[in-house]
């Protein structure tokens, strides 16, 4: 018996792995993350498989029926939305099944910062202007440890990829304004990849008011950073003059 702790990408079954995909189609027993999966992916699990809602229940439940799963022989799935790796709450689970010698497994998925992404036709990392993606979140019931607050890590100018942050968008732009500045770009992406996505491209400047004119109060993924502006710079590695191990430099 094994749980398979699996990433159900941002909402778009196609951007399901194929092992997810089979997985899915297999399963006998799935906890899958209902406030956040999509439709379209849950309509893909097993119509013969015990299925549970985990957002209507705690983890001594759901590490219950896992327990129960595991006596009885029967692998388990339990689905996560975007990658499993990032603010999935599966180290929390992962420890108590080392207690109860249950194995686990992770499969990766696509995650919502990288569908968001996608979906602004956007390179996260730019030459000379951004090299660095920091992958965060404002505080919530959920404090940011010291030395990781938005302001301390604005400061090194790198691409945000803000979670779990959307309601907070007016004090995040506020923050980040001394370092990014009034006019830097921000994008906004609301159930990226899904039949509703929506995207807001805006600034620090404007963001806040347009957010609040748009309505988005969730699900939404904010990336900020000079990168999105597509600056001018381009990279070493197909620059004519550029030699490296695939490509001897041009005669010009
Ligand atoms: N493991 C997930 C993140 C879970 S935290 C991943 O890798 O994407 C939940 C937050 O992720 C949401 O508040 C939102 O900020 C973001 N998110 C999840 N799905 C999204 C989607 N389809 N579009 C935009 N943001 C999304």
């Known amino acids: 018996m094994k749980v398979y702790f699996i990433g159900a990408g941002p909402g778009d079954p196609d951007l399901l792995t194929v092992k997810a995909a089979n ?28 299925k549970y809602d985990s957002a209507k229940m705690s983890l001594d439940e759901t590490t219950e029926i896992t327990q129960q799963a595991n006596e009885d022989a029967i692998d388990v ?39 968001a992404a996608a979906a602004l036709n956007a390179e996260l990392t730019c030459p000379e202007v951004s090299q660095t993606v ?8 959920t404090p940011m440890p010291d030395h990781q607050d938005i302001v301390t890590l ?28 009034q006019d830097c770009p921000v994008a906004v992406v609301y159930h990226a990849s899904w039949p509703d996505q929506i995207i807001i491209k805006a600034t620090i400047k404007d963001i806040e008011s ?43």
């Open 154 to 181: 604005a400061q090194s100018r790198s691409t945000l990829c803000l979670f779990l942050s959307i309601h907070k968008i007016g004090e995040v732009a506020k923050q980040l304004d001394k370092y990014y500045g």
């Open 23 to 50: 997985m899915l189609k297999e399963c006998k027993i799935c906890i899958y993350a209902g406030s956040l999966v999509s439709p379209d992916i849950i309509s893909l699990i097993n119509s013969d498989a015990r």
């Open 210 to 252: 347009k957010i609040k004119d748009s309505g988005i109060t969730k699900t939404a993924m904010v990336i900020v950073g000079r990168a999105l502006d597509k600056p001018e710079t381009e990279s070493k590695l197909y620059d004519s003059h550029f030699t490296h191990g695939y490509r001897k430099g041009s005669s010009k």
């Open 77 to 115: 799935i339990r689905l996560h939305t975007g990658d499993p790796s990032i603010y999935g709450a599966i180290s929390e689970q992962m420890n108590r099944f080392d207690k109860l010698d249950i194995e686990y497994e992770v499969v990766p998925g696509v995650s919502s910062f990288q569908a």
């Open 134 to 141: 920091i992958l965060t979140r404002t505080s919530g019931r």
